[in-house]
């Protein structure tokens, strides 16, 4: 066993330098990801190691950069792309969308696109516009692209490995106010599925479900309810497409109520898909309506407001009341 | 490479002082590369020589004219109802054949949805490209066999995958090269722009072929640029050059020296192919409402055809059984995709499932199984009604 304590950021720099080491087609591209290591030092030190040719430095454009990360995947490489911020994805959007989703399909499977697209998202850290953005759900509404984001540094090691060695293109969101957070990595493990739902925390009285940085707030909330005598159960979901269901369905037939946690707008937001498909699978197990906590139908406020937009810890226990009381 | 014709366009024109630059377009029509007339003279150009057999100069010809065929085959399919839609690439065969044929097997060519000649000259048979019009997949041909992508239809997409793909080229030390197509609306779109800017910061061994056939459905190529479109490369630091493009011989020249200079490693080209698109942008679309009759007449002079069939003819390098044989081959052709077309299946229901992820996906999985239950349920009824 090698267990190391490390941070979110230090594991995914890690699992990168991993990938690069083990797999010479693998290439890293974006804007700083270079010298500077990116804004948030993700990939620091791995040009020095690697050499510019498989940690590049990239023009500032993002269409341009998820375009030729296409291109180089069709040629057999497996390009690792940053995009810097959240809220800097869309000039992407379209490649992401209309090429990068769908070529396999086209191709009716004959080429594959193993492109990992890594984007630092959500709010919290007190930034200005469009760097505290979760737009994860304009994603996972895509067929054809698989998303996923960590809640933790074991997960963000493993899970960026696994990204990196599937053959269709993932998105990965890194929760970027918790990329300083340490937990053990044991770098010898045998890591379970990528799109497996993890129970992180049991419980009987309530299922609270969320991922990547809301995963804390719901641990913090279902100790703090543990103190009124209320057994929550928490899970992190870790892949928001594909959903593993069976793992929400199996939880919510023991508890009988779900909350559903995310930081992105709630209106058409991976809760409304958990809660009608919860409905479906598991009606008459359920002891009250899935409810959600999230963003509000609004851009995402400046800085000083953000702590009433995103979920905390009372909004969170708040709609474990309101569903307890059914 | 020359630059020689974006000095023609730079010559100093005569204005008033006071008229500025901006206010109007360039109207002083920079010059062509041309090795064939509209007549069907040979000409010499300082910068670009070419020297073919007598048989080659008849493959060009049967290589346009079986293409010219097949597109016309394939509109008429749409006619009877059997496409959904067509792009026709009459008028653009030279600009297409030309550049196609300069291509080796180990290039890579990144296409638009009009590139017909161009698959032609890469091998993927005909019948292939009608699959996607006809709504049975969204392109039925293995990239990889031909080295040939598939049709790409969100304009300039493609020009990134390209820049892309001859970064990986440059990164595996190969010496070939990649050509994306793209045309004069697509010059628009910020990804060209973005594949203009990485190619000449990569050094990327890519030649941008830009077929400006005048217009993007309605819209003149006015609405587009305010210069010459070959004159943008300058901007990014690489060569641009505008060829005839309903010369196949200049075609040929101008893309083999462009594509020879990314294999030696300096870089991206832009070729401005200057045609004419003589057809409606596609199937639904009506010509008549904006553009004028005499326009396509002037340019039906310029026939790329006709030009190299007269060429042919006056220099006796093709007999009247050569030209006799090619429309026997031409309508056999035409026959063999008719047939083709009209015996193309539809897809299986279950193939909806099929090909959205390489690794699977556990929510395809259970719509798969819930709509093979749902066609399912409708099978005794069916027998019933036997």
Known sequence: ?326 | MTVESTAAARKPRRASKRTSAAKKPQSAEPQLVQLLTPEGERVEHPDYSIDLSADELRGLYRDMVLTRRFDAEATALQRQGELGLWASLLGQEAAQIGSGRALRDDDYVFPTYREHGVAWCRGVDPTNLLGMFRGVNHGGWDPNSNNFHLYTIVIGSQTLHATGYAMGVAKDGADSAVIAYFGDGASSQGDVAESFTFSAVYNAPVVFFCQNNQWAISEPTERQTRVPLYQRAQGFGFPGVRVDGNDVLACLAVTRSALERARRGEGPTLVEAFTYRMGAHTTSDDPTKYRADEERAAWEAKDPILRLRAYLEKEKFADDAFFTALDAESETLGKRVREAVRAMPDPDPMALFEHGYADGNSLVDEERAQFAAYQASFVDSAEEGK
């Open chain 1, 1 to 326: 066993m090698a267990v190391e304590k490390m941070s979110i950021a230090k594991a995914l720099n890690e699992s990168l330098r991993l990938a690069l080491d083990s797999d010479p087609k693998v290439l890293i591209m974006g804007e700083d990801v270079g010298k500077l290591g990116g804004v948030f030092r993700i990939t620091d030190g791995l040009q020095k190691d690697f050499g510019e040719e498989r940690v590049i430095d990239t023009p500032l454009a993002e269409s341009g950069i998820v375009g030729t990360a296409i291109g180089l995947a069709l040629r057999g490489y497996r390009p690792v792309v940053e995009i810097q911020f959240d809220g800097f994805v869309f000039p992407a959007y379209d490649q992401i969308v209309t090429q990068l989703a769908k070529m396999h399909a086209r191709a009716l499977g004959k080429v594959k696109l193993p492109v990992v697209v890594r984007i630092p998202y959500g709010g919290g850290i007190g930034a200005v516009e469009h760097h505290s953005e979760s737009p994860e759900a304009l994603f996972a509404h895509v067929a054809g692209l698989k998303v996923v984001s960590p809640s933790n540094a074991s997960d963000a090691y493993w899970m960026m490995q696994q990204a990196v060695q599937s053959d269709d293109p993932v998105i990965f969101f890194e929760p970027k106010r918790r990329y300083w957070d340490k937990g053990e990595v044991d770098t010898e493990a045998i890591p379970g599925p990528l799109h497996r739902a993890v129970t992180v925390r049991e419980g009987s009285d309530l299922t609270l479900v969320a991922y990547g940085p809301m995963v804390k707030v719901c641990l913090e909330a279902a100790e703090a309810a543990q103190e009124e005598g209320k057994s929550i159960e928490v899970l992190d979901l870790r892949s928001m497409s594909p959903i593993d269901f069976d793992a929400i369905q199996a939880s919510a037939e023991k508890t009988g109520r779900v909350v559903v946690v995310h930081e992105a707008p709630v209106f058409y937001g991976s809760g409304a898909e958990i809660a009608a498909r919860i409905t479906e699978r598991c009606f008459y197990h359920l002891e009250a309506p899935v409810l959600r906590v999230g963003g509000y139908h609004v851009p995402y406020p400046p800085a000083r407001l953000e702590d009433e937009y995103l979920p905390g810890l009372d909004r969170v226990l708040d709609a474990v009341d309101r569903s307890l009381a059914y």
